[in-house]
Nanobody, 121 residues
Framework: QVQLVESGGGLVQSGGSLRLSCAAS????????VSWYRQNPEKEREWVAG????????NYAKSVKGRFTISRDNAKNTVFLQMNSLKPEDTAMYFC??????????????WGQGTQVTVSS
């Protein structure tokens, strides 16, 4: 059974940091690009970041570039999103997705259920 399970979300004050994890199983994780998306009730789903299968290439939405870092550990089938200097507008449900390309418009093969990030002002 394919699984992508996000964790690490929570409530944090503006300016704080969180580290999200996405644990994958049931498919060839090391052969897939992995991306992070976010969504809140007032916005459409937004692509946040993507990382190549090797971890050598990272792409970011301009809204998070310089604050967020995506990384992966293929030996542990896990991808991370380090989020620093968090702002209230970062509040959203964060999802990881596997497959496709490094940009937001790509089709994804698998999606996780999401983890909630809430940034207080």
């Amino acid at each position: 059974q394919v699984q992508l399970v996000e964790s690490g979300g929570g409530l944090v004050q503006s300016g704080g940091s969180l580290r999200l994890s996405c644990a994958a199983s049931g498919f060839m994780f090391s052969g897939h690009v992995v991306s992070w998306y976010r969504q809140n009730p007032e916005k459409e789903r937004e692509w946040v970041a993507g990382i190549s299968v090797s971890g050598q290439t990272e792409n970011y939405a301009k809204s998070v570039k310089g604050r967020f870092t995506i990384s992966r550990d293929n030996a542990k089938n896990t991808v991370f999103l380090q989020m620093n200097s968090l702002k209230p507008e970062d509040t959203a449900m964060y999802f990881c997705a596997a497959g496709g390309g490094l940009y937001g418009g790509s089709r994804r093969d698998y999606w996780g259920q999401g983890t909630q990030v809430t940034v207080s002002s």
